[in-house]
């Protein structure tokens, strides 16, 4: 177009062509450029020499273009920083098209395709041109090569439309007809600026490559302020003119684009802090609802050493409010003994950052209860010490339990050892007298068959073994009723028969102890109960009258009303403390002096347990020293039998109950 | 389950010389002196059946039927009063009504009495034993116990102190 001196023209769209292919797959590909220049060149009648020289030009421009940006800017194609707008019109745009034109046009003049004195003017226009061919055709290629990234709605296709419109009509008023004034075309400028606002470089280039294509026809046609007589000239002052308006819609587009980028991470920035505010809000809540539903205690404390929070279950356990546990509040609530040593121990783990676990007593709302605490040092994700936090679990029942479990242990190995004494002893005696039959009948006796009466070895052993026996049945019972198996037989019974019954079976022993005994029946005392364990209840009663009574008479007495029967049976042995009788009943419990009385301790329990099997009671009157009166109170009419003996807690779940 | 007291030097002795034991015969025994024997139990049956089986194998037996009468029989030995000496034999039941049998036993070996005794028990828990250990027994039986095995430990002991 109007080249100067045939080669130079003012607009050379292939240095941008060049350029943008080196900037997209590398400077690799230049001897595809050169390639290119040299037969372009050709064409346009250069010699070969010159033509190659020419390339050279063309591909050096590119190449150093390239490198430069890379080297000094670390260039974006997206022209989103201003370092990549001003990087590219300095480096690619003004300084590498110097190459070009110096080379170019040193070879044609070398080559006398032009003269040497048009040097200055061809190296200009040629220069321009280039330059023009950097600024308007590659930021074109580059950016619209990469796809849209606008939100493509209806709106934008129509904004987008007008702006194309007006474009096309500013840019045909500014430049269509002859005679138009210079200060139109900086009407352009209004939609430049709204392209670059609104679409930022690629609406900022599209615009300017339009004006560009309307305002280089119209002044080819010599149309426009810049027609001229010398077409060169024209376009000349054009070139310049597109210049500034396309290194300003770059500028204007890059600030605009970087402004936004920075705005929009600002927002995403907000956006990401208020989320994780909602997370931290949510996790606090979180917090402290899993906090208040807990069943156990929890405390925090800050770096102060002072608590600054408990959860509910605390303050429900405490009756007091928030306030009035804060800070040290709460070791108010601690049993005195206890205060010292645990705000000891809190104190020197505190410091120490240790973990710690304390047992103490805290005062709660209706009394004291035992606690084991066990706090922990918090930390901030980087690491900060923050206080620390604390779980206390109620152990006042596990205590409670461990106490109870021990007492059981010692209850049990206490029995294990009576019992084995009670019946090691009866075995003991067996064994010596049936080896003394046993000498008798193989006669090997010596003179034991003289000395011994056999009758009163027999006799001694069944009551060997009558003793044996009632212990068996001791501990059966104690089973049976442990295990809510005790069976109860109900049926009229004349209760003077069985108890006078019982005291003819004593007899022997009554008069061995030196006990007379007085019986007091009133007449006809009959009701239903159980035969075999009446029996058992006015034995163990005379037994141990014999037993804790010898040589005092023991009295014995059965009265009635209409609805129950009782029964008495008074010694006048050692008695009973009021400490022990509280626990008289109780199963293996024996307060007698154990080398002085024998037995399990489990006689009276059973007899407990049966006369409420029975619906009765039983009750005991004794001074220590004066002897004892054990009372019994049986219904007439037993009815809630079952219910009377409840299973233990340690029974089978299958066993079969009455 | 017996009970062997090893410091004591009746016991030792016997067990040093198997075939010596075994080689006792009932016959030679009836030879010497009748042993008298001190009985301390507080079981009737049990007491009475081992008098009469000691009694009928030659032995003299004295009876006791709790720690009272164990130390009124033993007070004229102690207390030097008594024209004879000692029993050869004692053998007691652990707990009996009255005075602590071990105490007693206890009592007699501080006063330097190196005739055997044996002592018997049901009960069988540990602070026993060491009690029984600590006192100077010469064997300890559990109950129930065979009555040869205590024939033969009484033979035993008894004639081995015979010989010294």
């Known amino acids: ?658 | 389950m017996d009970y062997t007291i090893v410091e004591n030097s009746f016991f030792m002795a016997s067990s040093a010389e198997p075939s010596e034991s075994s080689a006792v015969g009932q016959e030679a025994f009836y030879l010497a002196e009748p042993i008298r024997i001190l009985i301390a139990e507080d079981d009737k049956d049990i007491r009475y059946s081992l008098t009469a089986l000691f009694d009928s194998i030659g032995y003299q037996v004295t009876e006791a039927q709790d720690g009272c009468e164990f130390l009124d029989q033993l007070a004229p030995f102690i207390l030097a009063t008594a024209n004879d000496s000692p029993p050869d034999v004692i053998l007691t039941d652990v707990r009996m009504p009255g005075f602590d049998v071990l105490n007693i036993i206890e009592g007699l070996r501080q006063m330097g009495w190196r005739i055997p005794i044996f002592v018997f028990s049901a009960f069988a828990d540990s602070a026993m034993y060491q009690r029984v250990k600590q006192v100077g027994v010469t064997k300890f039986f559990h109950k129930p116990l065979d009555f040869d095995q205590l024939e033969q430990a009484v033979r035993l002991v008894t004639w081995n102190a015979q010989r010294d």
Not at chain 1, 209 to 215: G, K, P
Not at chain 1, 225 to 230: I, L, N
């Open chain 1, 1 to 658: 177009m109007d080249a100067v001196g045939g080669f130079a023209t003012f607009v050379w769209p292939p240095t941008g062509i060049a350029l943008t292919a080196l900037l997209l797959f590398g400077t690799k590909l230049w001897p595809g450029i050169w390639l290119a220049a040299f037969c372009v060149n050709l064409q346009m009648g250069a010699s070969t020499w010159v033509a190659a020289t020419i390339g050279i030009g063309n591909t050096l421009e590119a190449v150093f273009a390239v490198l430069w940006l890379q080297k000094y800017v670390g260039f974006h194609r997206t022209f989103d920083r201003l370092r990549d707008v001003l990087g590219f019109v300095s480096f690619a745009a003004f300084l590498s098209t110097t190459v070009n034109a110096t080379i170019g046009v040193t070879a044609l003049c070398i080559g006398k395709t032009i003269p040497w004195e048009q040097y200055q003017t061809t190296w200009f226009a040629w220069w321009l041109g280039d330059i023009m061919g950097d600024l308007i055709v590659a930021p074109m290629l580059l950016l619209w090569i990469a796809p849209m990234k606008l939100k493509q709605t209806l709106w934008t296709y129509t904004e987008a439309l007008s702006l194309g419109i007006c474009t096309v009509f500013v840019g045909l008023i500014s430049f269509g007809g002859v005679g138009v004034k210079v200060v139109r075309p900086y009407f352009l400028f209004p939609p430049l600026i709204w392209a670059c606002i609104r679409f930022g470089q690629k609406g900022s280039v599209l615009t300017v490559f339009l004006i560009a294509t309307l305002a280089i026809w119209f002044t080819a046609i010599g149309q426009g302020p810049f027609a001229s007589t010398q077409l060169r000239e024209g376009l000349s002052y054009l070139d310049m003119f597109l210049v500034v308006l396309s290194v300003t819609g770059l500028v204007l587009a890059s600030i605009v684009t970087q402004w936004n980028q920075t705005h929009q991470k600002l927002v995403l920035e907000i956006e990401e802090r208020k989320r994780q505010e909602a997370r931290i809000r949510e996790s606090e809540a979180r917090f402290r609802l899993m906090a208040d539903a807990a069943p156990v205690m929890i405390w925090i404390s800050g770096t102060d050493k002072l608590y600054n929070y408990f959860n509910k279950t605390w303050l429900a356990f405490r009756g007091r409010t928030f306030e009035e546990e804060l800070g040290n509040g709460w070791a108010q609530g601690l049993h005195p003994v206890d205060l010292e040593r645990c705000l000891d121990t809190y104190s020197r783990s505190f410091d120490s950052r240790k973990d710690f676990k304390m047992e103490y007593r805290l005062k709660r709302c209706d009394g004291g209860f035992r606690f084991l605490d066990h706090g922990t040092p918090r930390y901030a994700p980087d690491g900060t010490f923050q206080g620390y936090i604390g779980s206390c679990i109620d152990i006042d029942d596990r205590k409670k339990i461990e106490k109870a479990l021990n007492e059981a242990i010692g209850v049990r190995d206490e029995f294990l050892s009576v019992a084995s004494h009670e019946l090691r002893t009866p075995l003991t005696a067996m064994q010596f007298q049936i080896e003394i039959l046993d000498r008798i009948f193989h006669k090997r006796a010596g003179d034991l068959a003289q000395t011994v009466d056999r009758s009163v070895i027999v006799q001694g052993l069944l009551q060997q073994i009558r003793r044996f026996s009632k212990l068996i049945n001791d501990m059966f019972d104690v089973s049976r009723i442990t295990a809510g198996q005790f069976r109860l037989d109900l049926e009229d019974i004349d209760f003077s028969s069985i108890v006078k019954e019982v005291c003819d079976r004593h007899k022997e022993e009554s008069r061995n102890a030196g006990c007379e005994i007085k019986l007091e029946i009133d007449e006809n005392p009959t009701g239903r109960c159980d035969r075999t364990r009446l029996d058992q209840i006015v034995t163990n009663l005379l037994s141990n009258a014999l037993k804790f009574g010898p040589g005092q008479p023991i009295e014995i007495k059965v009265g009635q009303n209409s609805a129950s029967i009782s029964l008495s049976v008074k010694d006048h042995g050692i008695g009973i403390s009021s400490e022990h009788q509280k626990n008289l009943f109780k199963r293996f419990k024996q307060f007698a002096p154990k080398q002085n009385y024998h037995g399990l301790g489990l006689g009276l329990w059973i007899v407990h347990k049966i006369v409420k099997g029975l619906g009765g009671e039983i009750v005991v009157e004794s001074q220590p020293g004066k002897g004892s009166i054990f009372k019994v109170i049986l219904p007439r009419n037993p009815t809630t039998i079952q219910d009377n003996f409840p299973r233990s807690q340690f029974s089978s779940d299958h066993s079969t109950i009455i």
